[in-house]
């Protein structure tokens, strides 16, 4: 399995899973509406992982909290542009890239909530699955720069 390595106050560092650093705990924020029409994971999903940012806050210092809200807040737009473009153009296999690593980096902030319509996207990547919809962009915009105020909110 492959692990995460979270630096902790000592200067060492503490391996965690990715089922670890997805285990979110209570609700943090209001539940938002789910991606698609028959997605009721997402709805049911907390915008960030109180477990997560506790650990992030623990582990990390100011600085690195910091560099990584700045870093999502980099990325994220051209990750959002690249999910778009691939709905757009109907390149499955681009869409499925695009929200994999939109996944990746959102689970590891503990932004539960995107993490989970990156990934309802992610598999939305067979010629039996239902076309991803204008709306579906518009609230992973919407849920993405929500993500974004709350990182900032409680990491830095």
Do not use: Y
């Amino acid at each position: 399995m492959r692990e995460l390595a979270i630096p902790n106050n000592n200067s060492s560092v503490e391996p965690v899973s990715p089922r670890q650093a997805r285990r979110a705990g209570p609700a943090h924020r209001e539940v938002a509406p789910p991606l698609g029409d028959g997605d009721a994971g997402a709805a049911a999903v907390t915008l960030l992982s109180p477990t997560m940012i506790a650990q992030l806050r623990k582990t990390l210092s100011d600085d690195m909290r910091e560099h990584l809200s700045s870093g999502f807040a980099t990325v994220l737009p051209g990750r959002l542009t690249a999910i778009e473009n691939a709905i757009r153009s109907g390149d499955r296999e681009a869409l499925r890239h695009a929200a994999h690593l939109l996944r990746g980096t959102s689970a590891t902030l503990g932004a539960s909530r995107l993490s989970e319509m990156c990934r309802t996207l992610e598999h939305a990547n067979s010629e039996n699955d239902p076309v991803v919809a204008e709306s579906q962009i518009t609230r992973l915009a919407a849920v993405a720069a929500e993500t974004q105020r709350a990182l900032q909110d409680e990491l830095v």
